[in-house]
DNA sequence: CTGTTAGCGCTTTCAG
DNA sequence: CTGAAAGCGCTAACAG
């Protein structure tokens, strides 16, 4: 038993599809009163469910927005997943769900996707990369968004313009000021640490970690401080760990060298990227039995809910993520012409994991 | 400009339709091979993407799978949807994600939107349930449900049967044993803590938490202990700190009272029925200047991914959440005749948080 | 093996 | 204001 069509409410009804079409879904002109009554009647006595998919066709627009990110478990994602929901609720849109875990590969397989499905738009959550050997995929990538704006459809990009994109018409970018913002975290932490500085940063080629990572040497630099090392690791709390892990025994060694000596080795600051490294990071310092912040002070960038659990309490990057899904997914409903760039505030958070030690 | 149709490829190719669809979209039949070739070329000389709505009308079938929760951005919504969404993948289909912070209501609307997508089957994750008022939204709901099964579709819901569920064709249950669960939990603890008592739960009528308490009571029992007072709170991390607010007050007076006395107070240890409460409590707790485990004990159960890195490291009882995911969505991908009941397992996992304080 | 012919369910001109 | 008719893009019988 197959669910009930608008003609047979229709038939129902005595009326014609046309009609029934009038009444029940959305259209500028309004049947009498009487006999949309009884289409309506008709409607919810068979549990009449429009056929989305037909509609869709007919009207070649679907109600969907389709959003990509590089996992829904990340709390980073998952809160400007949240936004994207939010948004899309308002607008009477479902959200069609894409991971990638980051490869420009999988990107371009769910653009396809959702052009396929014919989504209204489309938002990337996910930051993109340029690693070597992702050249190929990254420009099919671009193609794909290009040929699916051309053919109408609108694509929000959170934090960074997608490479290569030649088509401007139907692109929104919600920028983050990821430089600028890691440039001050650097003046702040420059101010009130005196020792050196190590970077925890992503792959090499990932956008996001490359923007917060020279942001962050130009503070220093600015600052008068030297350039800091950088470590690159997965972009994820095991990236963090598996930095941790070493970082420990390094920690340790050069504790262990200076103790012959008369001075106690300088401690280092630790800026991870983002949250979820810094967590990483942190889990292995502690699991190695160092303490935070007192053998070694640790920064972030997010600042995700799980911060407000996590102790010692995380100097970070505040990102306001829900409302940059929210914007996003509401930039992308208003075809813009032209590239529309819409800007976001972040605002760095400076707490424990970053204090002075009292000695 | 639209995107280009089969039609078009089969003209360029010099075919007609339906072998365009023949050799492009996966068919029984194969053409000859120099045909073939002909038709992919034009294919993606055109950068045809099939329209999948126009396959979805044409097949009655849509390749999305519809997944329910509460909340994305929770921990335990995510994990599981991030197993969903493992699953379609491999299954080669789309996620469609609603979420209703557990309204009844509003989980109405999501099944019905689904069902106009035509979505091929249904993943509830969030629990049900029975709370005063919510009776009509109920049973819209279950009818709203067994429509949809009755026209073909198939629906896993994850922990708890759905109330009032009539058709029992195209219904997959993954049952979570949270009674049973949370009596083991309580038997353990009832061991190694001599206190009294408390359980931190949902809004009553929430059967996953309804199930967890009824569990934990049958557990004190069976173990000679006296039944706990339940608390009810809102069923996330807010409800929990809300709580402990309280909670916080009462240890503090109750040992001030003692303080007199020549003995101090018995330790408190409370079992929240998730960890999202739990944690809550904790930071309740925490900010109050009380310690856990010295001050009280705490439980959670679920072991969300977030206990990994919050400490004290938190009792709990483990669910494989990524699984319950996966199984979820792949047996709601077999239809199965009658009502398929499956089982996980869990593991009651003793922390720090209840441990016996060094005294 | 290929092409022709009907639809899938709905919307939307265009007449009446 | 209503109805008839022509698709939207694709698939699936059924012929050839």
Redesign the pocket.
């Given at each position: 038993m197959?669910?009930?069509?608008?003609?047979?409410?229709?038939k129902l009804a005595?009326?014609?599809?046309?009609?029934?079409?009038?009444?029940?879904?959305?259209?500028?002109?309004?049947?009498?009163?009487?006999?949309?009554e009884r289409v309506r009647k008709a409607a919810d006595s068979l549990g009449?469910?429009?056929?989305?998919?037909?509609?869709?066709?007919?009207?070649?627009s679907s109600g969907l927005i389709g959003l990509i990110v590089h996992d829904i478990a990340d709390p980073y994602f998952a809160a400007i997943a949240r936004g994207v929901q939010e948004e899309a609720r308002l607008q009477e849109r479902m959200v069609l769900l894409a991971t990638t875990e980051g490869g420009p590969k999988e990107e371009k397989d769910a653009v396809a996707a959702f052009a396929a499905r014919r989504a209204d738009s489309i938002v990337i959550a996910g930051s993109r990369s340029k690693k070597d050997g992702d050249d190929d995929a990254n420009r099919e990538l671009a193609a794909e968004l290009d040929r699916y704006c051309r053919n109408g459809g609108q694509v929000a990009v959170v934090g960074h313009p997608v490479v290569g994109a030649t088509a401007l018409e139907g692109y929104h970018v919600v920028n983050v000021p990821n430089e600028e913002l890691a440039a001050t975290l650097a003046a702040e932490l420059a101010r009130k640490h005196k020792g050196e500085f190590v970077i925890l940063g992503g792959p090499a080629g990932l956008f996001t970690s490359d923007d917060r990572i020279r942001g962050f040497q130009r503070g220093l630099a600015d600052a008068g401080r030297r350039e800091a090392e950088v470590l690159h690791h997965a972009f994820n709390r095991s990236g963090g760990y598996e930095a941790g892990v070493a970082m420990a025994q390094r920690i340790k060694a050069s504790r262990a060298g200076s103790q012959n000596g008369p001075y106690s080795p300088p401690r280092l600051c630790i800026f991870a990227v983002n949250d979820v490294m810094a967590i990483g990071m942190a889990a292995a310092l502690r699991s190695a039995g160092l303490r935070i912040p007192q053998d070694a002070a640790i920064a972030g960038f997010d600042d995700i809910e799980t911060l407000r659990d996590f102790r010692p309490e995380l100097s970070t990057v505040h990102l306001p993520l829900e409302e940059i899904g929210r914007v996003a997914t509401r930039s992308a409903a208003s075809p813009h012409h032209g590239q529309e760039i819409l800007q976001v505030q972040g605002q760095v958070t400076l707490r424990h994991s970053t204090e002075q030690p009292i000695l």
């Open positions: 197959a669910a009930s069509t608008l003609t047979e409410v229709a005595g009326v014609s599809p046309a009609t029934a079409s009038r009444v029940l879904n959305g259209s500028a002109r309004k049947p009498g009163s009487d006999i949309a009449y469910i429009p056929n989305a998919q037909a509609q869709g066709l007919a009207r070649s």
